[in-house]
Each structure stands twice: as C-alpha cells, then as structure tokens.
C-alpha cells in the first residue's frame, strides 16, 4: 500500500482553490493508458461549467448532434446506438442537468439545457506517483507513451526516492520530476516539465516488444476529444474516491481536511477497500468518523457544490447565445 498511501498525501499537499485533481483516470485513445494523478486547471468557460452540474456531463451527449435551440428526436440523435444504449446515455445526461427530455410529433426528443462551454478547463498535467524507483515496473514504457502521445500539457513524475543520474536517463527528458516526502509534505522540483503540444497529432504506443513496437497515430481533433473526457470526468469524479471504514482503528490523518485512511492499528495509510473489515484481525466496530469529503473538496478546490443548474435559466432564446 505504500504507492497507495504516496498517492492521497500527494494529493492532499496538491489540493488548491486555483485547481482540481483526481486520481487514476484513463489517457489513452486506442490503447490502456491509467494515469495516477491528474490537475485540470480552469479556463476562462469555467463558471459556466460549474454552474451546469457538480458531476461529470457524459462525453457522448457533449459530441451528440443536438443543441441549447430546438429539440431533437432521441432515434435521430443517436442513429447507430441501440434502444437500450440511447435510454441510458440520456439518462445519465439528464441526471447530469445537460440534456431535457422533450416530445417532437409523439417521438421522445432531446435537447441541451445550455451549450457547453468548450474552454471552461486550460491545462492539463498528468502525474505518475513511483515513491521506489528501485521498483520502476513499467515506468519508462509509460512516461515514454505520455510523452509521444502528448494528450497532458506537462507530465511529472513524482518519487520518494533519491535521484541519480541513471534514474534521470531513463526518464524522458521532457517528464518533470518532484522529489515528494509523504510524511512532512515537503515536494521539491528536481527537474521542471517542458511543455507537450496538445494541439498537434501524436503516437500511441501500443505494445512494446523486443525490436518491435506497435503504435498508432491519434489526431488533433482526438486529443481533443480525449482531453474533454479526462477533465470532466476529474470534475466530477475528484481525488477523494474512498470511504472512511467503520472501524475504531480509524483515525483520518492531516486533519479534516485531508482525512485520509490512517490505521492505529496497522501504523499506516491503508485502503478501506481492499483491507478493512470484519475480517481484519484489528477491527473495532464502530461508526465511521463524521467527515463530509464532499464539503472539503469544495472548500479546497476550484469544484462548485451542488450548483443551481441551468434548467430553470432558459429564455427560449439561447440557441443565438
């Protein structure tokens, strides 16, 4: 659990007003890319976006063809999706406050409640946490295909361990590389991240072999698409993905606002998913501790709770705005 463990208190040293993070979210196109941690920084649109929902917007309803004016025919809008898929995919866009349900002629319609505003976030930085660099696993394969696919701004890798020069080799020169100590908080630059060009197309390397590589050329326009989906589902999806247990061993550490997982008994960080419970030899029944993760991520991030929504806002004119 110890990556485990460097992950929540990078976090919670990460967290600020000025930006959002989440953790182990999908950056790939064609292949099997989890990146551990992501900041998606606001743009200019942001307000608008966070007045709209407080949860991730269904990528696929963003890029249906049906806008903020006149509605359309659920059959017309999704034409190659089956009944069952269309009927979820509004579901969840309805749920997220995006989409209205609305009759045209009989037939079941749809339309946005407001337009989405394509530059609500700016940039975007991905993170690989590997506190033991003595342990790289496939460390380099995946800083190389962040790199060459260029979906992030900047790609960082953050460690524990002391850098040497022959750790520095086998890190792209373009990767950042933070020196963070989970206990204290403190994280020192050791090499700043040079910039990736998002707006341009990249390689995808899908599968590595001796003497051969597999790799695929993604679009502008797919990055693109690629980038919307990771910053919306790190809107809604957050950092804070687990449950205190319900345990008296429990006993949230850096405070309420951070609250992560710490064990008495265990002496460390742990994962309530995978190691709480009644067959925990340590467990105490108890109720959990009162920490409203909700509250605090609205308190220390950019993310708007609970908004108002656009629904009641309409004119019946926005289809000029």
């Not at 990146?35 to 307000?47: I, L, N, R, S």
């Not at 309803?61 to 903020?68: K, N, T, Y």
């Not at 599968?207 to 797919?222: L, N």
């Not at 693109?224 to 949230?252: D, H, M, N, S």
Request: charged share 35%; glycine share 8%; proline share 8%.
């Amino acid at each position: 659990m110890r990556e485990y463990a460097f992950e929540l208190a990078l976090c919670g040293e990460l967290e600020s007003e000025e930006r959002l993070l989440a953790r182990q979210l999908g950056a790939h196109v064609q292949g099997r890319r989890i990146v551990d941690v992501v900041t998606v920084e606001p743009g200019p649109a942001f307000e608008r976006r966070a007045s709209i929902t407080d949860g991730t917007i269904p990528p696929v309803a963003i890029e249906a063809p049906v806008g903020p004016g006149s509605a359309r025919r659920i059959k017309e809008v999704f034409p190659n999706r089956r009944p069952e898929e269309r009927q979820r995919i509004v579901e969840r866009a309805v749920k997220a406050d995006f989409f209205e349900r609305e009759r045209c002629d009989g037939d079941p319609a749809v339309r946005q409640v407001c337009r989405y505003p394509d530059a609500w976030f700016d940039r975007l930085v991905g993170i690989e946490n590997k506190p033991d660099l003595d342990r790289p696993g496939d460390l380099q394969a995946q800083l190389r295909t962040d790199v060459s696919l260029g979906i992030f701004d900047e790609v960082v890798l953050a460690t524990a361990s002391h850098v040497t020069g022959a750790h520095r080799n086998r890190i792209p020169e373009e990767v950042g590389i933070w020196q963070f100590d989970s206990r204290t908080g403190d994280r020192e630059v050791l090499r700043e991240p040079e910039p990736l060009d998002p707006a341009t197309a990249g390689v995808e390397i899908l599968d590595r072999q001796p003497g051969r590589s597999d790799i695929a050329i993604v679009t502008a326009d797919q990055k693109r698409r690629v980038r919307r989906r990771i910053a919306e589902r790190a809107y809604g999806k957050g950092w804070r993905t687990f449950e205190l247990p319900a345990c008296g061993q429990c006993a949230p550490e850096g405070g309420p606002d951070v609250a992560v997982p710490y064990c008495q008994w265990a002496g460390r960080i742990v994962d309530p998913a995978s190691e709480c419970g009644t067959d925990c030899a340590g467990h105490e029944p108890a109720d959990p501790p009162e920490i409203d993760h909700v509250a605090r991520r609205a308190e220390r991030s950019a993310w708007r709770r609970d908004p108002e929504g656009q629904r009641r806002r309409q004119a019946g004119l926005d289809h000029f705005g």
